[in-house]
């Protein structure tokens, strides 16, 4: 995901990892550049919702941003540090007694 995001636009990317890009003027007085860093917002928003099954988006439909839509997946997919190792010493454990 990480290099299809970056192919359509660099940015995009850093908004997953590191947030919305912020917006402080009102939207009446919003220039060109504050309209391209909203509108990338948006954009990958919007990537991210198209990608997935409905399932996954229900699960993140009510996120704000999409830095928290990607935690959340990655949380329920990857699982927290403790779940990974958890698992590996059941693995171990597992394959010991194999």
Same mark, same amino acid.
């Given at each position: +995901?990480?290099?299809?995001?970056?192919?359509? =636009?660099?940015?995009?990317?850093?908004?997953?990892?590191?947030?919305?890009?912020?917006?402080?003027?009102?939207?009446?007085?919003?220039t060109e550049d504050d309209k391209k860093e909203?509108?990338?917002?948006?954009?990958?928003?919007?990537?991210?919702?198209? !990608?997935?099954?409905?399932?996954?988006?229900?699960?993140?439909? !009510?996120?704000?941003?999409? +830095?928290? +839509?990607? =935690?959340?997946?990655?949380?329920?997919?990857?699982?927290?540090?403790?779940?990974?190792?958890?698992?590996?010493?059941?693995?171990?454990?597992?394959? =010991?007694?194999?």
């Amino acid at each position: +995901m990480e290099f299809f995001l970056q192919g359509l =636009e660099y940015q995009i990317w850093s908004i997953v990892e590191e947030g919305d890009l912020l917006v402080t003027n009102e939207k009446d007085k919003w220039t060109e550049d504050d309209k391209k860093e909203i509108s990338l917002n948006c954009k990958a928003k919007s990537i991210l919702c198209c !990608a997935l099954r409905k399932k996954e988006f229900n699960r993140i439909s !009510a996120c704000k941003s999409v +830095m928290e +839509m990607w =935690e959340k997946l990655r949380i329920t997919y990857e699982g927290t540090g403790k779940v990974k190792e958890t698992r590996i010493d059941i693995l171990v454990t597992q394959y =010991e007694s194999f």
